[in-house]
C-alpha cells in the first residue's frame, strides 16, 4: 500500500512540475472551434508584417521625397513631400499598437512619436556646432514624426525649410526614422516564427504580450496622447498644446485611423472576436464581443463631429473632447477587465501566487 | 476507540487529551514544515519576489494597527534571512523552541509589510507556527533531543494539529457552498478554459459539464476529506485523493508551494506507526547522507548531536511523559478558538461578501473569486473647483495596482494617500473620487465605488455598503 502510495505520489509530482513550464506546447491539437496558433499567424501576416513595411517602405518613399525637394525646391516637390509625409504619419498609427520586443528596446515607439517636441531644443540642434546624439532621452522630443511637423508646419515655415541647417537636419530625422524603424523590422523578422510557435498560456507567451500591449496602446497612446492630455483630463487645465499633429492640424485623421486599427485588430474573425465568441463569453446576456464591437462604434460618432485640429476643438469646445474620451474610457474597462478576465489573460508579465 | 495509535501508548485507563503517546507523528511534521518553509523562502528568493514585492515599490499598504510594520530597506533581506535559518533550525530540532519564534516573528512580520500581498496560505503559515511554539515538536527526532524511544507527548499536541488542518479545509468547503461556486461553476469556468495547454485534460477545459464537475468535486472534497482521513478505513484513500487533489490544483493555478504544504500537513492524521517508519527511512537516509559528506569532508563536525539520531543508543528515561504545565494547552486551546471563530467575522457586516469583501481575509476563501477591476481617481481642489484625474499605476507596481481595483480597504487608503500628498503639495485637503470598475465571477463589468462620494470623508469603520455601489445580484448561501 504505502508503496503504491509513493510511486503514486513521485508520478504525480514528475506530472504537476513537467505541466508546469511556460510557454510552447505544440503537441495537442485544438478541440474547440477556435485556433489559437491561427490567431497568432493571422496577428503576425496580416497585422504585423504589414505594419512594419508598409511605415518602412513609407519612410523610403519619404526620404525621395525629400531629396526631390532639396534637388529642385519647388512648390511641387514640397506638396508632395507634405502628402508623403502625412502618409508616413498615418502609417505609423498602424504599426505604433504592435510594437514588442527589439522595439521597445530601442525605444521606438518614443522616438518617432513623442510630442509636443521641443521647439526650442529643435533649434538649438540646428545650429549646434558639436554633434548631437539622438540616443539621449533628453533628444527624444527634438526628433521624429512631431519635429518634422513642427518644421513642415509651424509658422516660418517657409524661412526653416530654405535654412540649410534645417535642411541638413531634416535629413538627419528622416534618416534616424529609418535606421530605427529597420532595426525593429530586421527583429521582427527574424523572430516572427517564433512569435507563432510561442501559443502557450502563459504570461510570457505571445498571446498574453500582444494582447497587453495592443491594449497598453489603446490606453495610453489612443485615449490619453491623443485625447485624454489634450483636453485636459488628466491635468487642472486643458493643454491644446499636447495635441498630436499640433502644427499641421491633422490630429483627427490621425485619431481616425489609429482607432481604425484598433477596431480591426479586434474585429477580425480570427482574432479576439473570434476567441471570445469561442469561448462563448457572455456578459450581462449579450456577446462581449458585440458590445465591444458597439463601443468602437460609439466611439467612433463621438469623433465625427470634431474639428480636424484636436488644439482648436480643446480650446473652442473642450466639452465635445471631454464626451470622446468618457466614451474611451468605456472601452478601456470593456478591453482590460472584461474582455482580459475572460480569456485570462494576465496583465502582469510575471505573476506571484494567486490564491 | 482503537488502540494501535502508536505502538507504546499506556493502555491502562480512559484515552484522555492527556494521554502519553509516542511523538513521532509531531517530529515528522515538525520536519516536513521546516523543510517546505525553507524551500518556500528559497523560492521566493529565486523569483526574485524580495524584489519585486518589497524593495521595489514606494508605498505599502498596512494593517490597522500594523502601521509600523514596513521594509527595512536592504534589510528586508535579512527578514528571509532570518526566516530561512530559522526554518532549518526547525527542521532538524535544534534550539526548536528560539527557532519557532524566531521563524513566527520574521515571517509574519514578512505578511505584514504590505496588505496586497496576502495570500492565505501565508496566513496558514503563520497560525500554524505561532500554534507550533506551544507545541513540544521537538521532543522526539531532534537535535536537541536524540531519538528516545520512551518520549511521550500528551495526546492533545497531536490532536490540535488534526483540528487545525481540518478547519482548514472544511471551512474551505464552507466557503465553496454558495450559488456562483455550485450553479454558476464560477470562478472555475473562467479560469479552466485558460489551461487548454496542459497534457491529457487540455481537450476538456472548455466543457461546461468539467466546469461543474470540478466546482462539485472541489466542494465535496474539502469538506469530507478531513473525516475520511480521521476514520482508519478510509485514510490511505483519502491520502491519495489529498495528493491527487493537490497536484490538480497546482497544475492549473499559481498557488505556489501551497499544495507540497497541505500534502505533507495531512499525513498528520496517519497513526504513529507510519510516522514511525518514516522516521526509520529518514534516518536511513541521513546515514548515507552522512557516510557520503564524511567521504567528502574528513572533518565533520561531531559536536552536533547528530549522532543520536542513528536510533542506536537508546537513553531510558524515568519519567514517561515531561509535565507540560497547563500553560501551552491553554493558549493552544486559545489559538484553535480563534482559528474557528475569525472566520465568522463577515456576518457582522452588511452586503454581499464577495462585493464589499468586509471579513474576506482570514476566512479560508481560498481561490473563490475571479474579480477583476479597473481603478482611477478624481482629485478636486476645494479652493478652485479644478480636477485632474490621477492613474494608481504611476504610483504603485503593477501587482500592487492590481490588486488595489477589487479590494475597498486598499483603494480607501490609497485614496487618503493622495489626498495627503495633494495637501503637502497644494495646501487644503482635497476631495477625492474613485472612477472604478469591477467584474465579479463572470458579470459584466459593473461600477464598483460610488463615483459621487468623497473618499476622504470615509474611514475604515464606515460600512462599506455605505459608499460602494450595491451589489445588483444575489449570491446565496455562506
Redesign the interface.
Known sequence: ??RL?FL??TG??L??S???KDGA?D??????DFD?RAMLTVWSEAIISPAYSGFNDQLGILQDAWETYLFESGDAELADFKVQFDAAYANWQRLSPVLMGKAEEIRLRAQINTYPTDVDLIGQNVVSATAINFDLPSQTTAQGLPALDYILYGSDAAARLTDAGYRVYVSRLIERMRALTTIALDDWRANAEAFVQN???SATASIDRTVNDYIFHYEKFLRAGKV?IPS??????PLPNRAESLYGGKSKILFQQSLLYAKSFFERPRSLTGYLDA?NVM??GEL?SI?IKNQFGAIEDAAADLNEDFALQVSTDNGAMLALYDEM?KL???L???M?????IN????????? | MDNRDGHKDRTDGQLTPNSPIFPAPLAVFRVGFGLMMALSIVRFWW?G?IE??YLEPTYFFSYRYFEWVKPLGPWTYGLFVLAFISAIMVMVGWRYRLAIVAFFLSFTYIELMDKT?????HYFVSLLSLLLIWLPAADYFSVDKGTDPNARVPRWTIDALKIFVGVVYFYAGLAKLNSDWLLEAQPLS??L???????LL??LV?ERWVHYAFSWSGAAYDLLITFLLLWRPTR?WA??AV??FH?LT??L????M?PYIM?VSALVFFSGE?HE?IIHALIKTSKSLRAIIQKITPIYPGNLRMSNISGARPQVQKEAVKKQGPLPGFIVATILLAHLLVPWRYAFNPGELFWTEAGYRFSWR??LM?K???LTYKVV?PR?G????I?PADHLT??QN?QLATQPDIILEFAHHIATLHRQKNGPLPAVYA?S???LN????RVYVNPDVNLTAITEDTPRTAWLMPFEDIIHGL
Open positions: 500500500m504505502q502510495l503514486l505520489f504525480l509530482v506530472f504537476a513537467a505541466c508546469d506546447n503537441d495537442e491539437p485544438m478541440t474547440i489559437r501559443d502557450g498560456n485624454g485636459g483630463a488628466f491635468s487642472d487645465d469561448l456578459r450581462d462581449l458590445r474610457q478601456v474597462v470593456l482590460k477587465v472584461d482580459l478576465q475572460a480569456l485570462s496583465v502582469d508579465y510575471v505573476d506571484a501566487d494567486g490564491d | 523569483n519576489w519585486k514585492l500581498t496576502y495570500l492565505n496560505h473562467i479560469w478554459p485558460a489551461k487548454y495547454d496542459i497534457p487540455g481537450g472548455h490511505p491520502f491519495v495528493v491527487v497536484v497546482r497544475v493555478f499559481p498557488i505556489g501551497f500534502i507510519v517508519r481560498v481561490m475571479e477583476a477591476g479597473y481642489d478652485t479644478k480636477r485632474r484625474t492613474n503593477t501587482f492590481k472612477e470598475y469591477v467584474a463572470g458579470r459584466g463589468s
